[in-house]
């Protein structure tokens, strides 16, 4: 198994990548895994959701994602226009296509079931599907878990890692940090060249560079929509959103914190893909939907101000796929397995870690800023008031940007020694959400979650 920069960065919708994308794919791969005769005889078809998927899944849009994947709709194609209409249609007929083509009855309030007080012991976000024949009984039922970034496996695959990641032979297989530095001095590779070579192993690099394009040009468009976009985001909380106005201060010239412009356009850029997000938006998850602003917002001010090129900007998604992939392989990027530290630090970690490696870094360097970023943000918890991912998701990923770009900063104005490894820092990340009690890992039961707000 390797994960590609493919299986990291996803297109997808708001405003989750484990509740809202996961759930759409694992929908539709029920479905798939039935045969046409017996998609023709089902009656019926039941979700039963567990763990953080049935505390947040509301806030989340978990059970509108189900209905748009047993539709067979997908989450990088979708039209997020007509998505509303569709559910709402839904919600009045009380019927579907699955998967386009047959009409099953079915019932949002009776056939989605928030199961609140019982947990499956394979992963927090657990969702069992079973369908029905005309006379009641069980025709199929499998168990599917969301994972974190849009992965999703079921009871099968837990165990043996997911069948979407990429299988084939690369010239430098890695499981650690340690393994990649100790590799690429002795093969005299920097580390993105290392995993190009990796990347195109598996695939031409011409379909690689678009790849890239598409990815780069999905963040930036997300970006520029959330910088124009006026208004309050959906849900009870009634969020202004506040990119267009920080962006018209800046560019109207008026007085700011920070002495350098970009680090100012930082925040503007982070808040106004992750109010994309929660409006349930076109984004990439990077590498989740809950993170999703902290890797835009890095390249698009490696872009913008410091001189970045087209041929960077894909080296800084490279690498900034291989610290994701560590982090994952390693500990988890599920806010619902160990906290926003998965989320928005495993973020931070990938800029940090792209954004010194387009400007030049050292092997050494690049590693010690995705540390710092990292460090500096273990013990986060995921406590997202109301389950809607608002408060505080879309200031934590201004947050991550910034120290993102501190991280580089500290990393580069030394010869990158460091007391930490990364590979130390992903082990802590780990045990420390095993350590996170379970109010705090993105079910709105502890935390922020339960702060008294304004509204």
């Not at 609140?116 to 009641?136: K, Q, V, W, Y």
Request: net charge negative; aromatic share 6%.
């Amino acid at each position: 198994m390797y994960l590609s920069v493919f299986d990291l960065f996803k297109i997808g919708i708001g405003p989750s990548s484990s509740h809202t994308v996961g759930p759409m794919r694992a929908a539709r791969r029920f479905l798939e895994g039935l045969s046409p005769a017996m998609l023709l005889t089902i009656a019926r078809v039941s979700v039963t959701l567990y763990g953080s998927l049935a505390h947040t899944g509301k806030g989340h849009g978990t059970d509108g994602a189900v209905c748009l994947g047993l539709m067979g709709e997908v989450a990088d194609e979708v039209d997020v226009d007509t998505i509303q209409s569709k559910l709402q249609a839904l919600r009045h007929y009380e019927s579907l296509l699955a998967l386009g083509q047959y009409p099953i009855h079915f019932v949002c309030e009776r056939d989605i079931v928030f199961n609140r007080s019982e947990t499956l012991p394979g992963h927090p976000n657990a969702m069992r599907f079973e369908a029905f024949a005309p006379d009641g009984a069980r025709m199929a039922s499998r168990i599917f878990y969301s994972v974190g970034g849009g992965f999703v496996v079921d009871t099968a695959e837990l165990g043996a890692g997911s069948p979407e990641q990429e299988i084939g032979v690369v010239p430098y297989p890695f499981r650690s940090m340690a393994d990649l530095l100790r590799t690429a001095p002795r093969e005299g590779l920097r580390l993105a060249d290392l995993l190009w070579r990796n990347e195109e192993a598996l695939r031409p690099r011409n379909e690689i560079d678009r790849f890239l394009d598409t990815v780069i040009e999905a963040m930036s468009a997300c970006i520029d929509r959330g910088l124009a976009a006026e208004g309050t985001l959906p849900g009870a909380l009634r969020v202004p959103r506040r990119a267009k106005a920080l962006a018209a201060s800046l560019e109207g010239g008026r007085p700011h914190a920070f002495p350098e412009p970009g680090i100012a356009w930082l925040n503007a850029y982070a808040i106004a893909v992750n109010e994309e997000n929660a409006a349930g938006g076109r984004v990439v998850t990077a590498p989740t939907n809950g993170a999703a602003g902290v890797v835009p917002a890095v390249l698009r001010y490696y872009l913008n101000f410091r001189g970045g090129t087209r041929k960077g900007a894909h080296e800084f998604l490279i690498v900034a796929s291989a610290i994701g992939a560590l982090c994952k392989m390693n500990a988890s990027i599920s806010g619902a397995e160990v906290g926003c530290q998965g989320e928005v630090g495993t973020a931070a970690a990938m800029a940090a870690a792209g954004l010194a490696s387009a400007l030049g870094a050292t092997n050494a360097q690049v590693e010690n800023a995705a540390e710092i970023a990292l460090e500096h943000h273990l013990g986060m918890t995921c406590d997202p008031i109301g389950g809607l991912v608002q408060i505080p998701c879309i200031e934590r990923n201004a947050m991550g940007a910034m120290k993102a770009v501190n991280a580089t900063a500290l990393a580069m104005s030394s010869a990158g020694e460091h007391m930490v490894s990364l590979d130390s820092a992903i082990e802590t990340m780990k045990r420390t959400g095993a350590d996170m009690q379970t109010k705090y890992k993105e079910t709105s039961l502890g935390g922020l979650a339960i702060a008294r707000v304004n509204c």
